[in-house]
């Protein structure tokens, strides 16, 4: 059997490498985790008094394009259908997220057919900006300055702490606009939610003979010395004890309502109002649409700035982090036996399925630069670092 591996971190990205190897080449890995629990922030757990299925850091939708990341999923649980219909509420009312023809109508209160809407926003369209040099020059390039304000403005200075010009305009690629009544949130053709939780479908992830996990375990680098691989997933300036300085994340906290009925009617609503302190509501009930719960809880999301003892959410990817990046990828190159793999280890916005289907690449690529006798890579090969 070959050497045992280290492996830090018992979310997606951590656990699908841990099963591809132990599957692919009999490898033995051990996954430690800092916290009490699998699944990282995709944790979820049912809530004591209410039954419902809460999840703990903030709602997590599988949606995906890959065949096989689909397929993957399904082999470790049940997936039930979900389709994520995001509304906002604006001093003008409740509108549907993605903007979409309905929003369109409703919004400048008219009956346009998919050709007319789009030849009016093409109007609205700021035609000046040849290229977009930051989210809010993209966003008036798209859509024009009204729907921007109405809906984009007040919540991306909420969420993102920061003024948009001074954010990169490729954050809002993932914010289409359809010219239809299509008002689900994705384009994947695979969308659903695990029927037991995140929790569970990890859990059977990590269920190998050749996966010990092992829980409340910082890592320590001394550890190293006992495998012939480590895997980190944790984030990247602090595998180097913040030597550098901090890269710069965004994080969030919820306010808990519990109620009895309906507190809102839909899982997700947007409040971009720069006047209110929130960005969204959950209502957790509403993401397993299957299940009948009498009572509800809702969780108001706050977002602020990631302190030392906060959990990182969204890296903020700016002009000095960006900087700051490099520097440590310089450093992350040096080490020997040592690879970063996740969204916090490589410091980028990624989704599930964006980790799983990276977790499954890199042990590929791992295996056969191993099998080869060539350097085993330090970082995924998509990895813009």
Not at 58 to 86: K, L, M, Q
Not at 89 to 108: A, K, M, W, Y
Not at 239 to 254: D, K
Request: glycine share 6%.
């Amino acid at each position: 059997m070959p050497d045992p591996v280290l492996i830090v971190g018992a979310g997606f990205s951590g656990a699908v490498l841990a099963r591809q190897l132990a599957e692919l080449a009999d490898v033995k890995s051990i996954v430690i985790d800092a916290r009490d629990h699998i699944a990282g922030n995709c944790h979820t757990e049912r809530d004591a008094e209410t039954g419902i299925m809460v999840h703990t850091f903030g709602p997590h939708i599988f949606h995906t394009d890959r065949a096989d990341v689909w397929a993957y999923v399904n082999r470790f649980s049940e997936f039930r259908p979900f389709v994520n219909r995001v509304k906002a509420t604006t001093d003008r009312g409740v509108f549907s997220l993605p903007v979409n023809l309905h929003t369109i109508n409703q919004f400048f209160g008219t009956s346009m057919s998919p050709a007319e809407a789009r030849e009016f926003i093409q109007e609205k369209a700021d035609t000046s900006i040849a290229e977009p040099a930051n989210f809010e020059e993209q966003a008036l390039k798209f859509i024009g300055r009204e729907l921007y304000e109405a809906f984009f403005y007040g919540y991306t200075k909420k969420q993102w702490g920061c003024d948009p010009t001074e954010l990169p305009a490729a954050i809002l690629s993932r914010l289409p606009v359809r010219f239809s009544y299509d008002d689900n949130y994705y384009n994947s053709p695979f969308q659903g939610m695990p029927a037991e939780g995140y929790t569970a479908l990890i859990a059977k992830i990590l269920d190998h003979p050749n996966i010990e996990v092992r829980l409340n375990t910082r890592y320590e680098h001394a550890m190293a010395e006992q495998f012939g691989h480590v895997f980190y997933t944790g984030p990247l300036d602090e595998y180097f004890a913040h030597r550098l300085g901090r890269l710069s994340y965004r994080t969030v906290f919820w306010e808990k309502k519990k109620s009895e009925g309906d507190f809102q009617g839909v899982a997700v609503m947007n409040y971009p109002d720069p006047k209110l302190p929130y960005t969204r509501i959950h209502e957790h009930k509403h993401f397993t649409p299957w299940e009948k719960h009498d009572s509800t809880l809702a969780f108001v999301e706050y977002s602020k700035e990631t302190g030392p003892d906060d959990i990182p959410y969204y890296p903020k990817r700016l002009a000095a982090d960006k900087e700051l990046l490099a520097s440590y990828a310089t450093l992350a190159n040096a080490e020997q036996k040592v690879s970063f793999l996740g969204r916090l280890a490589t410091y980028r916005y990624m989704d599930m399925h964006q980790v799983i289907g990276e977790a499954i690449d890199f042990a590929d690529a791992w295996l056969a630069a191993k099998s080869s006798g060539a350097k085993t890579p330090t970082f995924p090969a998509k990895a813009a670092l």
